[in-house]
């Protein structure tokens, strides 16, 4: 992990995760296993989550002065990015990148298809792809 | 985790293939009353369509050009090369964009601009100052002393009372005249475009330069004096001229005038660069540049831009 209190962030997510479960503890048939699947699960969110943080920071630090967002508003802001960030999780990149011009640049489907090189037929699925995905994540 | 029942999944497919048909413009009278007949027929349908919006919504709410460089940053689902990378490399772009946007000494300044930004400020005693992209100074009129924090200006004095620029390499003093001092972590250049300029550096015997000359101040003191063209137009006038400059070194300086991270291939490097390019829209410059060399501009977002050596098309 690089670091002992990232570690123990993350061990006491595990057991957080674990009593916040659905199933019961007692009724696990290999606990030890359990816990590896859920502590490797959270391992991997940890650096997704840290490489949204240093996109992000960057992103902040290249602002000009008088469009920077409060300090308040900077962990609302990365609170919902991380959220969205891990709604979009498991989408192929062109998927991914297609709905992200879509939603937050007001692209048209034309220009998405222009800029990927694929057709507007190929954009469409990957909405509604990327739309289904989203909508069972948060189900 | 319990899946959900085959009919929301059903209703939740429904509903994103609609709003992706509505969205490609390619959407008939019939298919919206299609749409809302569909929607009207089933809780379960409704249910799926408001859930759709309200993902919508939680998009348009974001600041554009921040949520898109933090969501679609390069390869967000490469975890393996992330866990090697984010020990050590990962880490610097971000201290050093930082550490590059956000001296302290900046903000206590008087004046400012950002990174991209030009000023033109008139001073109270008739005089005027210029600052170039991410530049900051300290004015102090009643002492008649300016002091670059950092960056470029240019200082245009008219009167006889001078005005003294205060460097970390040396002093330059104006009277009747004009001059442009550049500050770097190693040095600073001075130019002077009319009249004549004495110049103290921190080691060594003051000097005067004149109208057409240049020197660059360094903590060892001044190196030689040299000739550059006063008419040739630059940032003053908003204009970046290249002539058969390589292209590295262009993009140097290009960059910055660029807020976010610019990058490009090192084979780049010695390509040679000749025009004069408007810098009021950097974006523009890199799409000229790619009409006149063989490179690709790849543009993830406004503040993450990479150049690459053109493929060969077989």
């Known amino acids: ?139 | 985790m319990n899946s959900p029942a085959a009919d929301v999944r059903q209703a939740v497919r429904a509903a994103a293939q609609w709003l992706a048909l509505l969205e490609s413009g390619g959407a008939t009278d019939q298919d919206r009353a299609n749409l809302q007949r569909w929607r009207d027929s089933c809780r379960s349908h409704e249910h799926a369509w408001q859930k759709a919006q309200a993902l919508r919504q939680r998009f348009a709410d974001l600041p554009p050009a921040l949520a898109m460089s933090s969501l679609d940053r390069p390869d967000p689902a490469r975890r393996v090369v992330l866990k090697r990378a984010l020990g050590a490399v990962a880490l610097v772009p971000a201290a050093w964009l930082i550490s590059r946007q956000l001296p302290l000494d900046v903000w206590r300044a008087d004046l400012h601009t950002a990174t991209g930004e030009r000023k033109q400020v008139p001073l109270a005693d008739g005089s005027v100052l210029q600052l170039n992209t991410a530049s900051a100074v300290d004015v102090d009129l009643p002492s008649h002393r300016v002091k670059l924090v950092e960056g470029e200006m240019s200082l245009k004095v008219p009167g006889a009372s001078p005005l003294m620029i205060q460097t970390r390499f040396g002093q330059v003093t104006v009277s009747q005249g004009e001059a442009c001092v550049r500050q770097g972590s190693r040095g600073c250049r001075v130019s002077v475009f009319s009249g004549a300029v004495q110049l103290q550096p921190l080691q060594g015997a003051a000097l005067t330069l004149r109208a057409g000359q240049q020197v660059d101040l360094q903590a060892a003191g001044a190196a030689a004096i040299q000739a550059f063209d006063v008419l040739q137009p630059g940032w003053r006038e908003g204009v970046l001229m290249a002539s058969n400059q390589p292209l590295g070194e262009f993009l140097r300086e290009l960059d910055s005038y660029r807020p976010g991270v610019l990058r490009w291939a090192p084979e780049l490097e010695a390509l040679r660069v000749t025009g004069s390019f408007r810098l009021d829209d950097t974006d523009r410059i890199l799409a000229l540049l790619a009409a006149s060399l063989p490179l690709e501009v790849q543009m993830r977002t406004r503040y993450w831009v990479t150049l690459t050596p053109r493929k060969k098309v077989a």
Request: proline share 4%; hydrophobic share 40%.
């Open chain 1, 1 to 139: 992990m690089g670091n002992a209190c990232d570690a123990a962030d993350l061990s006491q997510d595990t057991f957080l995760r674990l009593l916040a479960s659905s199933q019961r503890i007692a009724d696990l048939q290999e606990p030890r296993a359990y816990l590896l699947t859920v502590g490797k699960r959270l391992v991997s969110n940890f650096y997704q989550r840290r490489s949204l943080e240093q996109a992000y920071l960057s992103a902040l630090a290249s602002l000009p002065e008088e469009c920077a967002p409060s300090p308040e508003q900077r962990w609302l802001l990365l609170e919902t990015l991380q959220a969205l960030d891990e709604l979009l999780d498991g989408l192929p990149r062109a998927v991914r990148r297609a709905f992200l011009w879509s939603q937050l640049e007001g692209l048209t489907y034309q220009q998405i298809a222009e800029r990927l090189s694929v057709s507007e037929r190929t954009i469409k699925r990957y909405m509604a792809q990327a739309y289904e995905h989203c909508l069972l994540v948060d189900l």
